[in-house]
Nanobody, 123 residues
């Protein structure tokens, strides 16, 4: 089992940037594809992006494409979500998640989840 802890959230003005980190423990993340999801109040948790096991492939939701970037450092057991040109609509709790096999946008395919980190974008 892998334990995931997100960090790096906070309050930022529209147009600003944040970098979220997801630190894994108990097991190495090098066995897992990693995803980022977000959930705003009153809304379902939605896919943001994902990165393959070795980092060679990424996929993103259309709403963040060109603004967000996912990377991973398996040696440090950490996955990153770089968020640029933030908008108020990006405000949500952001979660990282892990799954075996290929990346997917499907939330239920991810077996392990962190507790989330709050991102608030002011207008």
């Amino acid at each position: 089992q892998v334990q995931l802890v997100e960090s790096g959230g906070g309050l930022v003005q529209a147009g600003g940037s944040l970098r979220l980190s997801c630190q894994a423990s108990e097991r190495t993340i090098s066995d897992y594809a990693m995803g980022w999801f977000r959930q705003a109040p009153g809304k379902e948790r939605e896919f943001v992006g994902a990165v393959s096991v070795r980092g060679g492939a990424t996929q993103y939701a259309d709403s963040v494409k060109g603004r967000f970037s996912i990377s991973r450092d398996n040696a440090k057991n950490t996955v990153f979500l770089q968020m640029n040109s933030l908008k108020p609509g990006d405000s949500a709790v952001y979660y990282c998640a892990a799954k075996t096999g290929a990346t997917t946008t499907l939330r239920l395919s991810y077996a392990y989840w962190g507790q989330g980190t709050q991102v608030t974008v002011s207008s």
